[in-house]
């Protein structure tokens, strides 16, 4: 029994001094903690640790200082978004442009006409808006998002709503709109989840959810 005892001793010495080591290490980034302000939260990523040095080369990757950032996520006020006849916005592409008033949130693709499914349309201009859709949301006080064809003149918001960025209208009909921006496009849901109602739209696509 004594003889076992002699033997691994020295393994655990050596077991010991690598847990000591690898204690040491400081490859692994640590992610900063995420900000917030009364009206806007926002949470970015912290950036990318410079990477080792490849062996033999003695010196380290070129791109390795490169910083990666993700777009500012956060719900802005309603008040950002006001014009005399209620509010709008457009994406930072400018291709969707969208106004909301006391009962209606109406978002534009005009030049980039939809094909949809006879369900998504409203059947406002009947025999007419099939693979002509370019005017989307919850429109004549409907409380079910549906597509049809945009009349009168195209228009342009003042303002942007970044990718990343949301904000929420609150409708007559009693339902509240979250519209999110992201890069694919933006996405308008009922805050009500028992509603199940809600689209997304980009410039080629637009499905109720």
């Avoid at 409708?171 to 496009?185: F, R």
């Amino acid at each position: 029994m004594l003889l076992r005892i002699r033997r691994l001793a020295p393994l655990c010495g050596v077991v010991a001094l690598t847990a000591a080591v690898a204690g040491c290490s400081t490859d692994s980034p640590t992610a900063a903690p995420a900000t917030s302000t009364n009206t806007v939260a926002v949470t970015s990523s912290a950036p990318a640790s410079a990477s080792p040095a490849e062996p033999g080369t003695g010196a380290a990757d070129p791109t390795a200082d490169q910083q990666t950032t993700e777009p500012d996520v956060g719900t802005l006020p309603i008040s950002a978004f006001g014009e005399e006849a209620g509010y709008s916005f457009g994406t930072p592409s400018g291709q969707i442009q969208c106004r909301a008033s006391s009962s209606t949130l109406a978002c534009q693709t005009r030049g980039r006409p939809h094909t949809v499914t006879t369900d998504s349309l409203c059947k406002i201009l009947l025999g007419q808006e099939q693979g002509r859709v370019d005017l989307f949301g919850y429109l004549e006080g409907g409380t079910l998002p549906c597509a049809t064809v945009s009349q009168g003149e195209a228009y342009q918001s003042p303002h942007t709503l970044q990718y990343g960025q949301r904000v929420i209208f609150q409708l007559d009909q009693g339902i509240a709109v979250t519209c999110a921006s992201a890069m694919d496009g933006i996405t308008c849901t009922d805050t009500d989840p028992s509603n199940g109602a809600g689209f997304f739209l980009s410039v080629d696509l637009f499905t109720q959810l």
